[in-house]
């Protein structure tokens, strides 16, 4: 048990379909992560929330959409994907100054057809 | 800006022989240090940090590791790896642009052999 947990665990889907993952912590930590993880690259940041306010966007396309109505849990849209972001989308959280480590769920394995 | 590097993307060692998993860092100030591992089908699991103090850190799993300052390096060490320690592990460090993020890189692939 991980404390973060992401649904669904695996999700296939056309690339003019529309579908949302879905981030839950009960850690009490105030950050929130999206990475994409692809074979042999690096992880890969998408977004960071902090007290609901995003913080960080690394230049992902829009058509990944997220959305942070609490501190609890975080959401990331989709739609009109390409095959390209077939991958692992993982979501993590944090807590306190930056000393602390984040928390992982165990990701949603997506593949675009 | 804040950056590491694991120059191996795969270690492998016989059960029972010690391990290194080697991590190199690039930072401005203090380096906050992590290790994570990944099993299959799993996100990532936090095995040990370096904030500050003594240079070598103990985490789970028996894991430790040694966090060198002239080297610039916080390499991943084991006594005596088992079988159950073959996965992906992960070196991050700590970035700072107005919010915390955590910089990965890019993960060696450790086997241990029976």
């Known amino acids: 048990e991980t404390g973060v947990t992401q649904t669904p665990r695996h999700l296939v889907m056309g690339m003019t379909n529309k579908k949302s993952l879905k981030c839950e912590q009960h850690l009490g930590h105030n950050a929130m992560y999206w990475y994409k993880q692809s074979a042999k690259k690096p992880l890969e940041l998408m977004f960071v929330?902090?007290?609901?306010?995003?913080?960080e966007n690394n230049s992902v396309p829009s058509r990944f959409s997220p959305e942070c109505p609490n501190s609890s849990h975080l959401f990331l849209h989709l739609h009109t994907l390409q095959p390209e972001d077939s991958a692992l989308y993982l979501c993590a959280s944090t807590g306190g100054e930056g000393n602390q480590p984040q928390h992982f769920g165990d990701g949603t394995r997506l593949s675009i057809l | 800006a804040q950056s590491v590097a694991q120059p191996e993307d795969q270690v492998n060692v016989a059960e029972g022989n010690p391990l290194t998993v080697k991590c190199t860092y690039s930072v401005s100030g203090n380096p906050y240090l992590f290790w994570y591992v990944q099993y299959p089908n799993r996100g990532l699991q936090f095995l040990l940090k370096y904030i500050t103090g003594d240079n070598l850190v103990k985490g789970s799993y028996g894991f430790e590791a040694e966090f060198n300052k002239s080297q610039t390096s916080f390499h991943l060490k084991k006594p005596s790896a088992l079988v159950s320690d073959s996965a992906l592990y992960f070196c991050a460090v700590r970035d700072y642009s107005g919010t915390y993020k955590y910089i990965f890189g890019t993960g060696t692939r450790l086997k241990v052999l029976a």
């Open positions: 929330y902090n007290f609901k306010e995003q913080t």
